[in-house]
């Protein structure tokens, strides 16, 4: 049950599962929510993070401190809703700024019921977290609140993120087309595993024709998809999106499928640990995780530094001291985090599939990773030069 917290400064309280709590005011929707605490360290970007789908089943902890600064746009969204299961945030803005702005922050929480907090010191939020690591947390707000112990009692009861299979919550349920912009190039099958409006977009500006697939999407429905040649699409491509990747045990059959006929491959996020799974690597979760548009990440091959988007709370457990074999040749690790060594990006050598952990869209963030679209391409066209002329459209 939620209502608004417009007009009033309504009480509110963050319990987090080990039992330190934090008061504030309702923002947004008044009522409750649970889910896991993360942080995210963008100063800008908040409409795009909201909207995107792998934050489902999270409450959002902004490290920036002053939230809603240029309001709610309708051609910002990454998504068809916000999924985030909470907000948290210190200092909202009264009134937006931007000229693009057609309502305010909160007027859309409450528009889609999502329970959020203000006035929370998220500086001693977010220490706490890091040195703690990620937990459950639930966002309680009203004139009557129950007692803290009461509200603990719910957060616990909460779900885990590990064991999480959520991405046939959040993915399309049926298929649909974003065209090539311009001259068409290229016919690409998108697993919907949490996919952002951005990422099929960023690939129809390179003449791409995407037809995105649902999470449970089979082998016989990718190869449905005809590119150049009658075999299938020119490649395949695996979304970003919410969840524990041990779950994902689905999309791990179709991507080694996949590989089996050595159709091009490209994975971000949930993707790249999908790659991982199937190329026999496992996954485990970190302690608080990466998220925000400021992670710095080095191309091991080049040992150039980007400055990329993040959205990920686990990662691949692939070694670092050079190639593994694996089914489908030889695979290394591309790319990594310089914070923490974490896997960032995945590779093989002896098949075209690539992938990363971070989100080259750029939406919201910065544009250092835009070339490995181009990358894709590439793959694509020198798959199509190897390809068997009676195969050929």
Same mark, same amino acid.
């Given at each position: 049950?939620?209502?608004?917290?417009?007009?009033?400064?309504?009480?509110?309280?963050?319990?987090?599962?080990?039992?330190?709590?934090?008061?504030?005011?309702?923002?947004?929707?008044?009522?409750?929510?649970?889910?896991?605490?993360?942080?995210? $360290?963008?100063?800008?970007?908040?409409?795009?993070?909201?909207?995107?789908?792998?934050?489902?089943?999270?409450?959002?902890?902004?490290?920036?401190?002053?939230?809603?600064?240029?309001?709610?746009? !309708?051609? @910002?969204?990454?998504?068809?809703?916000?999924?985030?299961?909470?907000? /948290?945030?210190?200092?909202?803005?009264?009134?937006?700024?931007?000229?693009?702005? /057609?309502?305010?922050?909160?007027?859309?929480?409450?528009?889609?019921? +999502? +329970?959020?907090?203000?006035?929370? @010191?998220?500086?001693?939020?977010?220490?706490?977290?890091?040195?703690?690591?990620?937990?459950?947390?639930?966002?309680?707000?009203?004139?009557?609140?129950?007692?803290?112990?009461?509200?603990?009692?719910?957060?616990?009861?909460?779900?885990?993120?590990?064991?999480? !299979?959520?991405?046939?919550?959040?993915?399309?349920?049926?298929?649909? +087309?974003?065209?090539?912009?311009?001259?068409?190039?290229?016919?690409?099958?998108?697993?919907?595993?949490?996919?952002?409006?951005? $990422?099929?977009?960023?690939?129809?500006?390179?003449?791409?024709?995407?037809? /995105?697939?649902?999470?449970?999407?089979?082998?016989?429905?990718?190869?449905?998809?005809?590119?150049?040649?009658?075999?299938?699409?020119?490649?395949?491509?695996?979304?970003?999106? =919410?969840?524990?990747?041990?779950?994902? !045990?689905?999309?791990?059959?179709?991507?080694?499928?996949?590989?089996?006929?050595?159709? =091009?491959?490209?994975?971000?996020?949930?993707? #790249?640990?999908?790659?991982?799974?199937?190329?026999?690597?496992?996954?485990?979760?970190?302690?608080?995780?990466?998220?925000?548009?400021?992670?710095?990440?080095?191309?091991?091959?080049?040992?150039?530094?980007?400055?990329?988007?993040?959205?990920?709370?686990?990662?691949?457990?692939? =070694?670092?001291?050079?190639?593994?074999?694996?089914?489908?040749?030889?695979?290394?690790?591309?790319?990594?985090?310089? #914070? @923490?060594?974490?896997?960032?990006?995945?590779?093989?050598?002896?098949?075209?599939?690539?992938?990363?952990?971070?989100? =080259?869209?750029?939406?919201?963030?910065?544009?250092?990773?835009?070339?490995?679209?181009?990358?894709?391409?590439?793959?694509?066209?020198?798959?199509?030069?190897? $390809?068997?002329?009676?195969?050929?459209?």
């Amino acid at each position: 049950m939620t209502t608004s917290s417009r007009g009033a400064r309504t009480p509110a309280v963050l319990v987090l599962e080990d039992g330190r709590t934090f008061h504030g005011h309702a923002y947004g929707a008044v009522g409750e929510t649970v889910g896991e605490a993360v942080f995210s $360290t963008g100063m800008t970007g908040y409409q795009e993070t909201l909207t995107d789908p792998s934050y489902h089943r999270q409450v959002v902890v902004m490290t920036a401190p002053h939230i809603g600064n240029t309001g709610i746009n !309708d051609e @910002d969204p990454e998504s068809r809703r916000i999924w985030v299961a909470g907000y /948290v945030v210190r200092d909202p803005a009264r009134t937006p700024s931007s000229w693009r702005s /057609v309502r305010t922050l909160d007027e859309e929480l409450t528009a889609q019921g +999502v +329970v959020g907090i203000s006035g929370v @010191d998220t500086r001693a939020l977010t220490r706490h977290l890091r040195e703690r690591g990620a937990m459950r947390v639930g966002i309680f707000s009203g004139e009557r609140i129950a007692a803290e112990e009461t509200l603990l009692a719910r957060v616990r009861s909460a779900p885990a993120m590990e064991g999480a !299979d959520l991405c046939g919550e959040v993915a399309t349920a049926e298929p649909y +087309v974003v065209p090539a912009i311009g001259e068409k190039r290229f016919t690409v099958a998108a697993i919907d595993l949490g996919i952002k409006g951005m $990422t099929p977009h960023r690939m129809a500006e390179r003449g791409i024709e995407v037809h /995105v697939l649902p999470a449970n999407a089979t082998p016989e429905d990718v190869y449905a998809v005809k590119g150049a040649g009658a075999a299938g699409p020119d490649g395949v491509f695996f979304s970003n999106g =919410p969840g524990d990747p041990a779950t994902a !045990d689905g999309p791990v059959a179709l991507m080694r499928a996949v590989l089996e006929r050595r159709t =091009p491959v490209f994975g971000i996020c949930f993707g #790249n640990q999908v790659l991982g799974r199937a190329l026999g690597f496992g996954t485990f979760k970190l302690r608080y995780g990466h998220r925000g548009i400021n992670q710095p990440v080095q191309d091991r091959a080049t040992g150039k530094v980007e400055v990329t988007a993040h959205n990920h709370g686990f990662a691949v457990d692939a =070694p670092l001291d050079g190639p593994t074999d694996t089914p489908y040749g030889r695979a290394e690790v591309s790319h990594v985090c310089l #914070n @923490d060594e974490v896997v960032e990006g995945l590779r093989l050598l002896d098949r075209p599939a690539f992938s990363v952990q971070y989100h =080259p869209e750029a939406a919201a963030g910065p544009h250092d990773a835009a070339y490995l679209f181009d990358r894709f391409a590439g793959l694509m066209a020198g798959a199509r030069q190897h $390809t068997p002329e009676d195969q050929r459209a």
